[in-house]
């Protein structure tokens, strides 16, 4: 009698570290796929490709002085973009 519930009991204890086998080695495998994967990501994506924001630059003062204005420029390089007019206008 006791032989009669010991081969399902066997039977089941094998099925089941089978089972717990195969899920691991499964698990295994899909880490495996994802990280080389994100390997390939890592190497076809550039860095290169984002818009690099550019920094302010503080390159003159503005003055008024009674109805007029006055442009006080610090770095020589921007007065041929003043000069054209070709400037923003920023409310605060």
């Known amino acids: ?22 899920r691991n080695r499964f698990e ?12 390939q990501w890592k190497k076809s994506s550039s860095n290169s490709n984002e818009d690099k924001k550019e920094c302010k630059k503080l390159v ?7 109805y007029n204005i006055t442009i006080e420029l610090l770095d ?11 400037f923003k206008i920023k409310d605060r």
């Not at 010991?6 to 195969?22: N, S």
């Not at 003159?60 to 009674?66: C, D, Q, R, S």
């Open 1 to 22: 009698m006791t032989l009669d519930l010991l081969i399902p009991f066997i039977i089941l204890i094998v099925l089941v570290v089978y089972l717990i086998y195969t």
């Open 28 to 39: 295994k495998r899909i880490v495996n796929i994802y990280e080389d994967k994100f390997e």
């Open 60 to 66: 003159g003062l503005i003055y008024k002085e009674g």
């Open 76 to 86: 020589k390089s921007v007065s041929s973009t003043i000069q054209r007019g070709k």
